[in-house]
Structure formats: C-alpha cells, structure tokens
C-alpha cells in the first residue's frame, strides 16, 4: 500500500552533521503534514520536527537553529539536515507522514534509522 523508507542515519562525532531522507511511494494522492520523531532508549517517542502541506515548519525546542526540515512534494520525499550533533541526539528516528489514499486518510511511519553522536 504505502512504504516509507528512510536512510542516513549512522554513527557521528558531537559537533558532526547528518542528513535523513524519507522516501514514500504507493498510491498516495495527497500528501499532508509530515514529520520527524525519535525514541531513545528507555523513553517515549518524541516529535523532532513537523512541516506542513503549505512548508511551515515547527520544531522541538531542544533542536531549534540546528535541524532543518523539508519536502519535495515532487518527489515524494522528507528530509531532516541535522547539525551541531549532540549525545542527547542519539535515537532511533521516525518518519511519519499524513496523506490521502483513494479511500482514506492514514498516517504511517518509516521502520527507523538509528543515529548516534559519541566520540
């Protein structure tokens, strides 16, 4: 039906740059909000940042000024540049996407990509 498959994750120094990617594809007719989370080991999952239909952008406090978040709607994909890395970054990170299909609206989620910010 829908699949979301992300890619870019990996190991970094703190103060180091990764760039996630989010590929969807199926029988999407509209997309809508979509966006980043993470869940580090032992807590819940947290949103990273979102971005709207209309590319507004909001963005958890802990990663404003470092993380960027975009869409190309063309190409069906999500992207969320992360710089000045951080240990406190470390997480598996989730893409989510809202769209519409031909006979509803549904959310789904990308399996994960594990980022981690040590020396």
């Known amino acids: 039906q829908v699949q979301l498959v992300e890619s870019g994750g990996g190991l970094v120094q703190p103060g180091g740059s990764l760039r996630l990617s989010c590929a969807a594809s199926?029988?999407?007719?509209?997309?809508?909000?979509m966006g980043w989370y993470r869940q580090a080991p032992g807590k819940e999952r947290e949103l990273v940042a979102m971005?709207?239909?209309?590319?507004?952008?909001n963005y958890a406090d802990s990663v404003k000024g470092r993380f960027t978040i975009s869409r190309d709607n063309a190409k069906n994909t999500l992207s969320l540049q992360m710089n000045s890395l951080k240990p406190e970054d470390t997480a598996v990170y989730y893409c989510?996407?809202?769209?519409?299909?031909?006979?509803?609206?549904?959310?789904?989620w990308g399996q994960g990509t594990q980022v981690t910010v040590s020396s």
């Open positions: 199926g029988s999407i007719f509209r997309f809508y909000a």
């Open positions: 989510y996407i809202d769209c519409l299909l031909l006979d509803s609206r549904r959310g789904f």
């Open positions: 971005i709207t239909s209309g590319n507004s952008a």
